[in-house]
């Protein structure tokens, strides 16, 4: 944990159900230090007077194995006028105190329930409501009291619409300032919202809306147009604003934390899409971690860079408005613009910036020369959650803002969390030496109040060093996915490690723990087979991204029809002169890092690399290779070179091929070579053996190599007749003698 602010560690812990007076405590002295907790005998007590008392009585108590409630009787007990009191009466007075001081810490917070997202909204609205809250590209500007006025009649309208606790508001709009306004209305009115991507076929979106059953889905008018299939009642934010302006329902003064506050869906191993059910009270229990990690302050500017529909927004829109911030919405196009995301960093002078890997990596190539961006100073902070991260990009990272910068630039935070654990669940500071001495994705160790587990398949703990299932417990795991009981049987199992009642879930993810902290290591099912090797696609995307000049690197299998599998991979950058990336070095690099069999037969530079709605790498939308030819094309000159051409040609599925380029420059590999191999038997009557393909990899040196060769005729194997007695193989014959050798050996008996 870095030194953090007072402040944001206070408020953070006033945020929950069950807070204690202690924490109610501290909460007011960080938000209201001067206003009255209580009346003392001798006049009012400020809370800054009263939390200064409770740290230091509470630092002598808890040496002597007391909790915080006996130091915060102890210094009630110095303000009442007790004096000749019954131990009865001390006791009534002391209560009447603590409710006293609790009621004052829920009046300087501005509101009753600081245990659920609405509450908290209402509290940052209370302390900071002539600040912005929300800006977009659009240049909308929203103070606080205009957030909380415009989402008050949103609520009002999707009450008079059915909304309301665990019912399902869905959303699909915008990214911009209204979206917010959409997302705080949807909470205060004590429902979830539900977000729809829109970028999604209507066939999965009509699989979620029939799973879901939203009572309401706010869209725009021309999303309206194009889901007039969904059977869903559908509504401008504008529509159910207006309606709400003029109703009288009112809003929940308290949302329990147990009801939903999103359900995101997520991809199912079956094809069908399920619903994580995250509650209020997980939401409010990350935020209260957070501001434990963190020192957000109302002074911090956030970017909105990820999509509403994947849960690292929550960690951007949620702790932002609890830390009374300033939340900057980017477009969609921002997003996947890097040089458009640097000019907002600078513009808006954000501080505080949560990415994907996959998105850092083209955010480090916009501020590498010879890109001419420039990254803002402003910046603090930087959050890194969604895939594993490359720490050699760290390190090149690391590099430039010594040399550009001269400073090591923002604090650098490795953060792990599936949907179904509230985003966060681990931390790890990225300084320069940890890195340096790091080469596994280290993802540090778990916030406060969870739980981390490596285990093998009896769930037992492994060993240190040994990869295992990793698992995950405690008070920010999700309900569980919406009506698939039989799933969350599977798969929110009962922790062995924890209290009675207490959940822990399986990520599907695998991790190694080493020094008490945790390595990412992937996907249990990120494994991929290609000509009998397994491999890590992560492995070879980090060996592409040691080459010089890449910014960017994804790896993908892709198997033309007809064709041998092709490892295949895609690299975003530039070279040193600002040129095009040479691929053969690219390639070289590759082989310098990973064994043969991971090197890919077919590299190609592409601009960016795709992302999906989540900021991660769309691996499904890489480009179909395209074998180009590198070298200057010579045409096959002799009879022989010609034939073999063809041949080649044909096992690689290209129309022509330079006489004088290696068949491995053009995606080759050793499959290939074997079936190119047996087609020069097969079509030419050519003695060619396959390592006479790898020494003479180009069509002029094999033809060359093999000219003046036949096929040499074998006989044909035909079937004789089966003798009375089967004489012994060769195998046979070794242990038939071993044993006469030595009759008392036991090396070939099986027990």
């Known amino acids: ?211 879901a059953k939203p009572q309401v889905v706010l869209v725009d008018g021309d999303t309206a147009a194009k889901w007039t299939d969904l059977d869903v009642p559908m509504s401008s934010v504008s529509e159910v604003r207006d309606r709400g302006r003029n109703s009288d329902a009112p809003l929940p003064e308290n949302v329990n934390p147990a009801h939903p506050a999103y359900v995101m869906y997520t991809s199912g191993s079956t094809g069908k899409p399920k619903g994580v059910v995250v509650t209020n009270g997980d939401v409010v229990t990350l935020l209260s971690a ?65 990415l994907t890997p996959s998105a850092f990596y083209q955010l480090a190539g916009a501020v590498r020369p010879p890109a001419q961006g420039r990254l803002s100073q402003s910046v603090r902070s930087m959050i890194f959650v969604g895939e594993a991260l490359d720490f050699e990009q760290v390190r090149r990272w690391h590099a430039d803002r010594r040399q550009l910068d001269g400073n090591d630039g923002p604090e650098l935070n490795n953060m792990y969390g599936p949907t179904e654990a509230t985003v966060y669940m681990t931390r790890r500071v990225l300084t320069p030496e940890f890195v340096a001495a790091t080469f596994a994705s280290d993802v540090g160790m778990p916030l406060a109040g969870t739980d981390t587990y490596v285990l093998d398949s009896r769930l037992a703990r492994v060993p240190e060093g040994v990869p295992g299932d990793l698992y995950i417990a405690g008070p920010q795991l999700a309900r569980g996915y919406s009506g698939r009981f039989a799933l969350n049987a599977t798969r929110f199992v009962a922790d062995p490690f924890g209290s009675a009642g207490q959940r822990m879930y399986q990520t599907g993810d695998v991790a190694i723990v080493r020094n008490g902290s945790i390595e990412f290591l992937g996907r249990a099912d990120d494994q991929i087979k290609l000509r009998g090797f397994r491999i890590e696609l992560g492995e070879v995307e980090a060996a592409l991204l040691s080459a010089a000049g890449v910014n960017a690197a994804a790896a993908a299998v892709y198997e033309l029809e007809g064709h041998p599998a092709q490892l295949v991979g895609y690299v975003v950058g530039a070279a040193a002169d600002g040129g095009e990336l040479d691929v053969a070095a690219v390639k070289a690099a590759a082989k310098d890092r990973v064994p043969e069999y991971m090197v890919p037969d077919v590299i190609m530079t592409m601009d960016q690399l795709p992302l999906n709605v989540n900021g991660k790498l769309d691996r499904k939308a890489l480009p179909a290779p395209v074998i180009t030819s590198r070298a200057e094309y010579e045409a096959p000159a002799t009879e022989a070179e010609i034939a073999i051409a063809e041949v080649i040609g044909q096992v690689l599925g290209l129309e022509r091929i330079s006489a004088t380029e290696s068949i491995f420059e053009l995606g080759g590999n050793s499959l290939s070579a074997a079936q190119i191999s047996a087609r020069c038997a097969e079509d030419l009557g050519l003695d060619v053996a396959v390592r006479d393909v790898f020494e003479a990899p180009t069509v002029r040196d094999l033809a060359t190599r093999v000219t003046g060769r036949s096929l040499v005729e074998r006989p044909e194997l035909v079937a004789a007749e089966r003798p009375a007695e089967v004489p012994l193989s060769y195998a046979q014959r070794r242990i038939w003698f071993l044993q006469e050798l030595a009759p008392t050996s036991t090396v070939y008996h099986i027990p």
């Open 1 to 211: 944990m870095t030194d953090l602010d007072p402040m944001a560690v206070d408020v953070s812990r006033g945020w929950g159900v069950d807070q204690s007076t202690a924490d109610l405590i501290a909460f007011g002295a960080a938000v209201a230090p001067e206003s009255a907790a209580l009346e003392g005998k001798g006049g009012p007590v400020t809370f800054a007077q009263l939390n200064a008392q409770v740290v230091a009585i509470g630092g002598v108590l808890a040496a002597q194995g007391l909790g915080p409630d006996a130091a915060v009787g102890a210094s009630i007990s110095a303000h009442l006028d007790t004096k000749g009191a019954s131990p009865e009466a001390v006791a009534a007075a002391t209560r009447q105190a603590v409710d006293q001081i609790r009621a004052a810490a829920f009046t300087a917070a501005g509101s009753v329930d600081l245990g659920s997202l609405s509450g908290i909204v209402r509290s940052t609205v209370y302390r900071f409501a002539d600040r912005v809250a929300v800006t977009d590209m659009d240049g909308t500007s929203l103070t606080y009291a205009e957030l909380d006025a415009q989402s008050t009649a949103v609520a009002a309208g999707l009450i008079e619409a059915g909304a309301g606790p665990e019912r399902l508001v869905g959303v699909a709009l915008d990214r911009d300032a209204e979206l917010i306004v959409a997302l705080v209305g949807i909470v205060k009115a004590g429902a979830a919202y539900l977000p729809l991507d829109r970028s999604h076929p209507v066939e999965r979106l009509r699989s979620i809306v029939d799973d």
């Open 290 to 354: 957070m501001g434990r990690e963190y020192d957000y302050s109302p002074n911090d500017v956030w970017t909105m860079f990820q999509s509403y529909a994947f849960d690292v927004s929550v960690g951007e829109i949620w702790v932002s408005i609890a830390f009374g911030g300033r939340l900057v919405v980017l477009d969609h196009y921002t997003t996947r613009s890097p040089g458009d995301f640097v000019e907002v960093l600078e513009r808006e002078r954000v501080t505080v910036v949560n």
